[in-house]
């Protein structure tokens, strides 16, 4: 499974349950993220014991994009099937800003800043 | 009638750094020009880095946190006022961008829809005066109920909770005569 567009990328590995993000998101709402939207849906369905967002690549995200993260921890939090694992890096400043405020929807989240 | 909340300090145009990007709102189709608030961030950002050049590790990590930061908030502005700006006024909007000694500061100016005036100057409100961990939660909940998908108060939220920026705002007619509001949007990020 794999949304492209100009300038990123969000692919699903179901060998290793991981979404990896890659390149910058800025998309206009929810119209445009809903094929991002629909990709996180069918890996929350598929339930996999820890789901991993690799999100190290992701130079950039908007907060219409912070918000689809959001939603999707919620699911998987309301679902209870899956663990959540999030890969990210120091070197990319808005990770280390704003992506332990997942863990507040979600105390179990596990967050790596590498 | 000129309504300030929180700490607006007015833009000085004459001693200070700065560049501002104007944009004719009604020149082209809202998507197209969605694309250029992204190409105007990450251009701000870049430029900025001019101002703090990287000859050692703590500067280099100085220059990719501004930048980061810059790109950032420059895009969530931008990104606001070309959804917000009231078309019917025909007014540009613009994008500041100040240095100074301590800190940057941002204006982001736009018609705004009389309308929806209300109800944006009570959350204002709610920023400089409620719990900000309560209202970030509330907001993200609230997103989550919400299809239309409007980020840009999460967005604001962000600036404030996740990097520690300060926001205030001036709404003002457009002119002396003038029924149109312009809402200018001041985001100040300490150095």
Request: with cysteine; charged share 20%.
């Amino acid at each position: 499974m794999q949304v492209r567009g100009e300038g990123y990328s969000v692919a699903y590995d179901p060998a290793t349950a991981t979404v990896t993000f890659q390149g910058t998101l800025r998309l206009r709402g929810a119209a445009e993220y809903a094929p991002i939207v629909q990709l996180l849906d069918e890996v929350v369905a598929a339930a996999p014991e820890t789901i991993t967002l690799n999100l190290a690549a992701l130079r950039f995200l908007n907060s219409a994009g912070i918000n689809v993260l959001f939603k999707f921890v919620i699911k998987v939090r309301e679902q209870g099937d899956s663990q959540v694992l999030v890969r990210a890096s120091s070197q990319v400043p808005w990770q280390g800003k704003s992506l332990k405020n997942l863990q507040r929807l979600m105390p179990a989240l596990r967050l790596e800043l590498e | 009638m000129q309504k300030k909340f929180g700490d607006f300090v007015e833009p000085n145009h004459t001693d200070q750094e700065c560049l501002i990007i104007h944009f004719s709102p009604t020149s082209l189709p809202l998507q197209q020009r969605w694309r250029t608030s992204g190409l105007s961030a990450d251009f701000l950002a870049e430029y900025w880095t001019t101002f703090f050049p990287a000859h050692d590790v703590p500067s280099r990590n100085k220059q990719i946190e501004i930048k980061g930061s810059i790109n950032y908030i420059a895009n969530e502005l931008l990104e606001n006022v070309m959804k917000f700006s009231y078309r019917p006024a025909d007014l540009p909007v613009s994008l500041g961008l100040y240095l100074y000694q301590d800190a940057f500061r941002f204006y982001a100016g736009n018609a705004i829809d009389p309308q929806t005036l209300d109800e944006f100057r009570n959350f204002v409100q709610q920023l400089l005066t409620r719990d900000l961990d309560e209202l970030y939660i509330q907001q993200v909940k609230h997103n989550v109920e919400d299809e239309s998908g409007d980020s840009s108060r999460l967005g604001l939220l962000m600036m404030l909770n996740d990097y520690d920026a300060r926001l205030a705002w001036k709404f003002e007619p457009a002119s002396q005569d003038s029924d149109v509001i312009v809402v200018t949007t001041m985001v100040q990020l300490a150095l």
